[in-house]
């Protein structure tokens, strides 16, 4: 490759490419993107994510590299060590007392992480079971998590999907796990950590919150953070905190030592240079009031689109939600779950298919469907085009037509052509 064929974009190299990601731009601007997961990242984080530190190979950690030319490296990884610090201090753990390392790739490896620290094979960890809203990571059969460690799950009542915190306690006192995971990916409820850390406490183990899917919301105090309380938080820095697609762990300093080995060299080489600048940004946007104004907007709009949703006969898990996230059961609707995702998928709106607690049918074709409003909140939509949006669901619920879909779809390009996405050029 000559110097010029390397200044070439992207349209030249590979036009094929570049075509497709055009019109990934395109349906990311004309859609709602509801999944739980998912949001835009401005622009100054995909040009950080998109730079020339993507060239530069970093094993090690600042000023302890085992490459040389990490001077301007050093001071990355640092800024973003320091910005996280600073986000997601509390009275319990200052920023000078919080240890944070950027370098896990996503956040399951950060959780992986947590148990090459603290667990060895074959020992005890307990976590919010899958079916009920918790993660793979968090010691599920088909996860790595579930096949070298002894998992006990916990779950949820049958009568309000609520975690059942006196199960949480009775299971831990009977099989005392090395490790307890307070941590959903499919839960519209805030979490109590300090009942969680006296469960830990009461028997001697590891108390681990994965803040995934609410990180953004904890930075912006909209839920109570886990930061002191939980021996290590873990988190990727996409879904609410609008960073790129990587991982972090914060934890007390006394664990400091444990996790950094655990993340280099006990389960990855270099880190992603690029990935940590973008951090370092998305962290600096989180300080600023237009941060805390979205994070509201997501609130609040999942709690409009959950009444919404609940007037036109909609049932929700739990009731409602006090976070970015609704799990619907569709049984009183008569549709399941993946089939009503595909007609929504082609009337515009995008979501997941998901179980739902003691779903009598299978995972590939369960009960539920996952909705989320950071994505719509990142464009600045707020609880009129959250009515729109309940309405738009309620018909596609009724009828899957392609002449309804397609109907419903072209309303829905037009309400998304007021609200510009940030990062994207279309």
């Known amino acids: 490759m000559s110097s010029i064929e390397g200044r070439a974009p992207l349209s030249t190299v590979d036009p094929v ?117 918790g993660h793979l990571t968090h010691g599920h059969t088909v996860s790595i998590t579930g096949k070298f460690f002894k998992s006990v799950p916990y779950g949820v009542r049958r009568t309000d999907h609520r975690i059942d915190l006196e199960e949480v306690r009775k299971l831990a006192l009977e099989h005392r796990p090395k490790l307890i995971w307070a941590g959903t990916t499919a839960y ?76 280099f060299p006990g389960l990855q080489g270099g880190p992603h240079n690029h990935t940590t600048a973008g951090i370092a940004v998305a962290a600096l946007e989180a300080t600023l009031p237009s941060f805390k104004a979205y994070a509201e907007r997501v609130v609040n709009n999942a709690q409009v689109l959950a009444n919404a949703l609940l007037e036109r006969g909609f049932s929700l898990i739990t009731g409602g939600t006090d976070n970015h996230l609704l799990l619907i059961d569709l049984t009183p609707k008569g549709i399941g779950g993946k089939p009503y995702a ?55 619920a009724k009828d899957q037509s392609e002449a309804t879909l397609e109907r419903i779809a072209l309303s829905v390009k037009e309400l998304c052509s007021k609200f510009p996405a940030p990062g994207l050029r279309v």
């Open 17 to 133: 490419l570049h075509e497709l990601i055009r019109r990934e731009e395109q349906r990311e601007a004309d859609k709602f993107r509801l999944i739980a997961s998912e949001n835009y990242a401005s622009q100054a984080v995909l040009d950080a994510s998109g730079s020339c530190l993507t060239n530069k190979y970093s094993e090690g950690y600042a000023k302890k590299r085992y490459y040389e030319g990490q001077q301007l490296i050093d001071e990355v990884e640092e800024l973003a060590k320091s910005r996280i610090a600073s986000l997601f201090a509390t009275p319990l753990l200052d920023e000078k007392s919080v240890h944070v390392n950027v370098q896990p790739y996503s956040g399951s490896p950060a959780n992986l992480a947590v148990y090459l620290a603290f667990v060895k094979p074959g020992e005890t960890v307990m976590g919010l079971g899958l079916p009920a809203g």
């Open 188 to 263: 519209p409820r805030a979490l109590d950590f300090a009942a969680f850390r006296s469960i830990a406490d009461e028997v001697g183990a590891i108390l681990a919150a994965d803040i995934a899917h609410i990180s953004g919301l904890v930075a912006a105090g909209l839920h109570a953070s886990p930061v002191g309380i939980a021996d290590v938080v873990t988190s990727t820095t996409h879904k609410t905190l609008r960073g790129p697609r990587g991982g972090m762990i914060l934890c007390k300093p006394e664990h400091a030592a444990a996790i950094d080995r655990a993340v």
């Open 342 to 396: 595909q007609a929504l998928d082609r009337a515009g709106i995008v979501c997941n298919y998901n179980a739902i607690p003691f779903d009598p049918r299978k995972p590939m074709d369960p009960s539920g469907i996952r909705i989320g409003t950071p994505s719509v909140s990142s464009r600045g939509m707020g609880a009129s085009e959250m009515l729109a949006l309940a309405g738009f669901m309620d018909e596609v």
